[in-house]
């Protein structure tokens, strides 16, 4: 005996709604603490990368809600060189 399409969306639904109901008030629930962080070789740096150029690339990350910012080689040899870090 098969399951019809009615049967299954309502056990579906069922489901759902059990997921979100829960016994613990919304105030009361535990505040997430993740941070999330991005990589820097995603965004264009100009050559030779100088701190300026670094600079606006964690401006622009923190500016979309990113907590850190993963540098690579080539933009910490650059930032060194133009005094930075």
Not at 4 to 23: I, K, N
Request: avoid cysteine; aromatic fraction near 10%; hydrophobic fraction near 45%.
């Amino acid at each position: 005996m098969g399951m019809s399409r009615r049967t299954f969306t309502r056990a579906m639904l069922a489901g759902v709604g059990a997921a979100f109901v829960t016994d613990v008030p919304l105030d009361a629930q535990k505040k997430r603490s993740v941070k999330i962080g991005h990589t820097g070789i995603t965004w264009p740096a100009p050559r030779p990368v100088t701190t300026d150029a670094i600079d606006a690339v964690f401006k622009d990350v923190s500016g979309l809600g990113f907590y850190g910012l993963e540098l690579f080689s080539w933009q910490i040899e650059g930032m060194e060189a133009s005094g930075g870090l």
